[in-house]
């Protein structure tokens, strides 16, 4: 999808499951933001079924990123000084911290950019496939 699409889809989607379920519910701008993060390897299909069950388990209001599945509540590369002041002041443990979630987005990252082949993206980031199921299990990433 390109970039501006996933806004227009998830709200098409939105409003098509809002009259389904009889709800009115709406995604607020930080939730939409990660949605539009994300690099959608299951294209349009994995936005409207992620649509459709938030619209099922969401009961009022706004879609939050609280609500949306843990691969979106990683904050986007870009984003992370805005988590700084959430850090340690111990600058040893805000540094693991810090690299602990760079080093999550990046291997997400990668195993979305080669559609979730394990051992393709351990040899394109340097690690053996072994190497990669341990970090893929030390930061909960699962594939759907």
Known sequence: MR???VTLLANHF?????????KALTIDPEAM??????????NV?????LI???????PLGAI????????????????????????SDDLKA??????AAFERE????????HRWNITHTAQVIGLSRAALHLKMKQYGIVSD
């Open 33 to 42: 933001a990660r949605l539009e993060a994300y690099p959608w390897p299951g």
């Open 94 to 99: 805000a540094t693991r911290s810090m690299t």
């Open 64 to 87: 939050t990123t609280e609500h949306l599945p843990e691969k979106f509540k990683v904050a986007p590369a870009d984003d992370l000084s805005v988590r700084l002041e959430d850090l």
């Open 3 to 5: 970039a501006g699409d």
């Open 14 to 22: 939105l409003e098509k499951f809002n009259g389904e379920k009889g």
């Open 106 to 113: 990046f291997i997400l990252r990668q195993l979305e950019k």
């Open 45 to 49: 299909r994995e936005l409207e079924h």
């Open 52 to 58: 459709e069950l938030l619209v099922v388990l969401v």
